[in-house]
């Protein structure tokens, strides 16, 4: 007999939320009971998200009505989550939150995180970090099992931290040389209107943005720091390229005397042999945007420019799924006892 999981949408007409809605749907063992947003409450979700015809026609509901729900996912800005999760606790829901409000478990981690993007540096909640768990699974599957909270990843940090955490592992790399590359789709920066990405302004134009202060550096020193056993500090840019969805991180470092190529290729694999969402993919082989869109894998694609004996890592996602709305299913599955793969097995399309 299947086990039936009630789920509530906080932030349901974001992309993020629609994300989550768009896979729920889909899932054996949940049931969407309610859909919450401050846009267009009172409609029905297939009047937002027409492709939802048939599929979903939910009521939005104001964000503040009351929910009741195994799982509450937080599809919301920083500083709505902190606010709010104590409730929901207290009720005995479990809780995604896709902000950074839940990615750091001490008050001093967040509060070095939101004074790097400006928000006030005292958690709202500050007694509930500790039941915290950062939501990377491929990394913290573990702890993700009994997390009363867990902060789903930034999307950039999803890429990098896959691309990196096997050769930051093993020891493979000089860490002091590793350099992030990082291009993600338009649809990242979320479904409000801003000048920037007006299509005139966007269409044919790449740009870099927030160089050497990006919020998802922190997630990304963090964990590999853990991973390496010591700290590290990277490089890393961030860019909007004119797509609607998809991010390419590429990794550069200095492999260590005496590594191979072979070698190389030979720690990814081990290291994602039984990840069911990592795929790694040898110098041979071809991978792009298209291998991971619509989709809630992460193509690794290993490569040694032999010449300057630089291993380069090319790390595909979907931003919206693998770096959002599917990892935070990943991450329920997990916490509520499912098979981590339930109702995420779709593939992407082509073209």
């Given amino acids: 007999m299947k086990r039936s999981i009630t789920a509530a949408i906080i932030g349901a007409t974001g992309y993020g939320g629609v994300g989550a809605i768009e896979i729920l749907v889909?899932?054996?063992?949940?049931?969407?009971?309610?859909?919450?947003?401050?846009?267009?409450?009172?409609?029905?979700?297939?009047?937002?998200?027409p492709h939802l015809t048939g599929v979903c026609d939910k009521?939005?509901?104001?964000?503040?009505?009351?929910?009741?729900?195994?799982?509450?996912?937080?599809?919301?800005?920083?500083?709505v989550g902190m606010k709010e999760a104590r409730t929901y606790v207290k009720a005995g829901s479990r809780i995604i939150d896709y902000s950074?409000?839940?990615?750091?478990?001490?008050?001093?981690?967040?509060?070095?995180?939101a004074a790097r993007i400006g928000k006030e540096t005292t958690h709202a909640a500050e007694d509930l970090l500790a039941s915290s768990v950062y939501g990377l699974a491929e990394l913290h599957r573990d702890e993700i099992k009994n997390a009363a909270i867990v902060g789903n990843p930034g999307c950039f940090a999803v890429s990098a931290i896959l691309g990196a955490a096997p050769a930051v592992k093993s020891g493979i790399i000089d860490t002091k040389t590793m350099i992030f590359d990082a291009k993600s789709g338009v649809s990242g920066a979320g479904k409000k209107v801003n000048p920037i990405y007006h299509y005139p302004h966007r269409y044919e134009e790449m740009n870099a943005y927030k160089i050497g202060k990006h919020q998802h550096v922190m997630e990304v020193?963090?964990?590999?720091?853990a991973a390496a056993g010591s700290d590290i500090t990277v490089t890393f840019t961030a860019q909007v390229f004119p797509v609607v969805r998809g991010i390419m991180t590429?990794?550069?470092a200095r492999l260590n005397e005496g590594v191979t190529y072979e070698k190389a290729l030979d720690v990814f694999k081990s290291f994602y042999a039984n990840e069911p969402f990592v795929t790694v993919y040898g110098e041979k082989e071809s991978?792009?945007?298209?291998?991971?869109?619509?989709s809630n894998r992460c193509a690794v694609?290993?490569?040694?420019?032999?010449?300057?004996?630089?291993?380069?890592?090319?790390?595909h996602i979907d931003n919206l799924l693998k770096g959002q709305a599917g990892s935070a299913v990943q991450n329920m599955n997990i916490m509520m006892g499912l098979p981590e793969t339930e109702g995420l097995t779709f593939i992407g399309s082509y073209p």
């Fill in 26 to 49: 889909r899932h054996p063992n949940v049931t969407i009971t309610s859909l919450h947003a401050v846009a267009d409450v009172g409609k029905r979700i297939d009047e937002v998200y």
């Fill in 100 to 113: 950074g409000d839940f990615r750091f478990n001490t008050p001093a981690l967040y509060a070095q995180y």
């Fill in 59 to 79: 009521v939005i509901q104001p964000a503040d009505a009351p929910i009741k729900a195994d799982v509450v996912f937080f599809a919301t800005p920083d500083g």
């Fill in 301 to 315: 694609w290993v490569n040694v420019d032999r010449r300057t004996n630089t291993l380069i890592i090319l790390s």
């Fill in 287 to 294: 991978v792009g945007n298209r291998s991971v869109r619509g």
């Fill in 250 to 252: 590429s990794v550069y």
């Fill in 221 to 225: 020193e963090r964990e590999l720091s």
